[in-house]
């Protein structure tokens, strides 16, 4: 084990393999088990029972929680052996009892990034990539390929289907089943989920002005309340809001959708 300094806490009943690095300040509860060449950040506390192996990197001033297991194989059937990996960032909350699973193919990762909450068991498939400030409340299941972007909330329960993208400041409703990409600032809802008006409070706490949350209302009634479809409503929408930049992001975000987007 290579620490630096003499500040590491490790409870006696812990296991850190002689390969890993741990940080300035990092506590290691009781009977946490540390594998491999995993790599923690200066002053990130990890719980009891708590399993971190495999090719690992967690940053600075994480909290880790009971019973969280981060850094397994990959579940995907396509799996054949190989390094991948999981990269975290710094100031996560990891509730208990959290799974995160590596990349499937060789060189691959699964990424987190900062200030994210990802609450009471949920899970994060392989080769997902979670943005800064996400919430992914209690239960929230990520299928692979899961793309979230900055500061949008996934609700209890909700199951993500594997290559989907979601918004920038999105949020889903507790228990929704997504099979299609979520747009930037929406809000949805249901089984499959639906669009069903903007994410108005999530937009106010973001500091949105007045005048870009009235250009947001005016895309998304092109976009889910005209009979236009898909192309041809992003094409009224850069005719008429070309000037507006939180619209620039929904279109970008509409243009590079593979799934489709939710109805």
Same mark, same amino acid.
């Given at each position: 084990?290579?620490? !630096?300094?003499? =500040?590491?806490?490790?409870? *006696?009943?812990? @296991?850190?393999? *002689?390969? &890993?690095?741990?940080?300035?300040?990092?506590? $290691?509860? *009781?009977?946490?088990?540390?594998?491999?060449?995993?790599?923690?950040?200066?002053?990130?506390?990890?719980?009891?029972? $708590? =399993?971190?192996?495999?090719?690992?990197?967690?940053?600075?001033? #994480?909290?880790?929680?009971?019973?969280?297991?981060?850094?397994?194989?990959? %579940?995907?059937?396509?799996?054949?052996?190989?390094?991948?990996?999981?990269?975290?960032?710094?100031?996560?909350?990891?509730?208990?009892?959290?799974?995160?699973? =590596?990349?499937?193919?060789?060189?691959?990762?699964? /990424?987190?990034? #900062?200030?994210?909450?990802?609450?009471?068991?949920?899970?994060?498939?392989?080769?997902?990539?979670?943005?800064?400030?996400?919430?992914?409340?209690?239960?929230?299941?990520? &299928?692979?390929? /899961?793309?979230?972007?900055?500061? &949008?909330? $996934?609700?209890? +329960?909700?199951?993500?289907?594997? +290559?989907?993208?979601?918004?920038?400041?999105?949020?889903?409703?507790?228990?929704? !089943?997504?099979?299609?990409? @979520?747009? *930037?600032?929406?809000? /949805?809802?249901?089984?499959?989920?639906? &669009?069903?008006?903007?994410?108005?409070?999530?937009?106010?706490?973001?500091?949105?002005?007045?005048?870009?949350?009235?250009?947001?209302?005016?895309? +998304?009634?092109?976009?889910?309340?005209?009979?236009?479809?898909?192309?041809?409503? @992003?094409?009224?929408?850069?005719?008429?809001?070309?000037?507006? %930049?939180? /619209? %620039?992001?929904?279109?970008? +975000?509409?243009? !590079? =959708?593979?799934?489709?987007?939710?109805?």
């Amino acid at each position: 084990m290579s620490v !630096k300094g003499d =500040s590491v806490l490790v409870h *006696p009943t812990a @296991i850190v393999h *002689p390969d &890993a690095e741990l940080g300035v300040g990092v506590e $290691v509860g *009781p009977y946490s088990i540390i594998e491999g060449t995993v790599k923690i950040g200066d002053r990130t506390k990890i719980d009891a029972r $708590v =399993s971190i192996k495999g090719y690992t990197t967690i940053g600075a001033d #994480n909290e880790i929680f009971t019973g969280a297991v981060i850094g397994s194989i990959t %579940q995907d059937k396509k799996y054949k052996g190989g390094v991948s990996y999981v990269r975290i960032g710094d100031r996560n909350k990891i509730r208990e009892y959290v799974t995160i699973n =590596s990349g499937t193919e060789e060189g691959t990762e699964t /990424v987190i990034g #900062n200030d994210n909450l990802i609450m009471a068991y949920a899970h994060i498939a392989h080769d997902c990539i979670l943005g800064n400030h996400v919430t992914l409340a209690n239960n929230g299941t990520l &299928a692979g390929h /899961v793309v979230i972007e900055d500061r &949008a909330i $996934v609700g209890g +329960f909700g199951g993500v289907h594997q +290559f989907v993208r979601i918004g920038y400041l999105s949020i889903i409703g507790g228990c929704s !089943k997504v099979v299609q990409d @979520i747009p *930037p600032y929406i809000m /949805v809802d249901g089984h499959p989920a639906r &669009a069903y008006g903007l994410n108005s409070v999530g937009l106010e706490r973001a500091d949105v002005s007045d005048e870009e949350r009235s250009n947001l209302k005016k895309a +998304f009634k092109i976009l889910f309340r005209s009979e236009l479809i898909v192309k041809n409503a @992003i094409k009224k929408i850069e005719a008429e809001l070309s000037g507006s %930049q939180a /619209v %620039q992001t929904l279109l970008e +975000f509409l243009k !590079k =959708s593979e799934r489709g987007i939710c109805k």
